[in-house]
């Protein structure tokens, strides 16, 4: 089977190179430009270029898919399908009416529930126990297209959106390949999806990492893990920003504390909140080095009654 890859992120990588080692026949990959990073802004190749390259595969990285050039190179490829792991982009009517097969996109819920940019960090902040992968028909929606195959996976009580997406990439890779050969024997027949189930899960941003102390200590540890690589749980202390990495939530009320005060016990760092406490594992000040709670107890010499928050 001849195959159109289009991709960006590591989450994609494991499906690009699943496709490789079962022999479909990648004939392009499709990815972002190159983006500055660093200090020093150098051009920096997206994960799934480099994991192509690897492989020796032919790389395009155009910055519009609507654009007439961008058609007429693509148009002289002719796959049976055209597989789409996050990569960023809605596909312009054209392409979808182009493979044999029609496109394929893997996306990491179980359909129609968190659809869009960010299902992974949404479903940890949601507090869902189960998620999964979903291999769709894309259509001109937003991931609304017709149902292929899905696998549930639990999502573990210590799962960031790191680790539940590392996992979800690794089942989606195994589901895409089953769902390709499944389409080629006629195996699988696509069903649509119930609206009335529908949800959505926008696009992460900066502010969206921002703590309220009042909610509950369950409520705010899912956030800090659902955010964790990016954009991280925030809030502020001494006029500073600091991110928690890490911490784990209590039913403890620390003797009627206003939310965000901080109570230092022993070697642990507590923080009141709505209802429970929050006990501070790693934490990192704006400018400094990631620390243990012990570590910045030590540095900062907490006063009584400080608190976190704006």
């Known amino acids: ?60 990285q155009p910055r519009k898919l609507n654009d007439p050039s961008t058609q007429t190179l693509l148009t002289t490829f002719q796959p049976d ?25 893997l996306h990491a819920s179980l359909l129609p529930k968190y659809r869009g940019a960010a299902p992974i960090p949404w479903a940890i902040i949601h507090g869902e126990r189960v998620t999964g992968v979903t291999t769709m028909k894309i259509d001109r929606g937003m991931d609304t297209g017709d149902i292929l195959l899905s696998r549930p996976e639990p999502i573990h009580d210590d799962d960031t959106a790191a680790t539940l997406g590392e996992r979800l990439s690794r089942l989606g ?19 649509p999806q119930d609206p009335q189930q529908a949800s959505y899960a926008h696009k992460l941003k900066k502010e969206d990492g921002k703590i309220t102390w009042s909610v509950s200590a369950q409520e705010i540890a899912r956030r800090v893990r659902g955010l964790n690589p990016w954009p991280g749980a925030q809030t502020q202390f001494r006029g500073k920003y600091l991110r928690i990495w890490r911490a784990l939530p209590s039913a403890e ?20 909140c709505g209802s429970g406490s929050l006990v501070l ?30």
């Open 81 to 105: 399908a055209l597989v789409v792991v996050a990569y960023g982009h809605l596909l312009p009517g054209w392409m979808m009416d182009w493979p044999r097969l029609g496109c394929i996109n």
């Open 281 to 310: 594992q790693e934490l990192q000040l704006e400018g400094r080095n990631r620390l243990t709670s012990e570590e910045f107890m030590r540095g900062a010499r907490l006063q009584p009654g400080e608190k976190l928050g704006s």
């Open 173 to 191: 890779a195994d589901l895409m390949v089953e769902t390709l050969r499944g389409l080629e024997h006629g195996a699988i027949h696509p069903h």
């Open 1 to 60: 089977m001849k195959l159109i890859f289009c991709g960006t992120p590591g989450f994609a990588v494991p499906t690009l190179e699943k496709l490789v080692q079962e022999n479909f026949e990648v004939e392009l990959v499709v990815t972002n430009p190159d983006e500055p990073a660093g200090r020093g802004g150098a051009p920096t190749p997206p994960p799934v270029k480099l994991a192509a390259h690897r492989h020796h595969l032919l790389v395009f």
């Open 253 to 272: 009320n620390l003797r009627g504390a206003e939310p965000g005060t901080l109570i230092p016990e022993g070697n642990q760092l507590k923080v009141a």
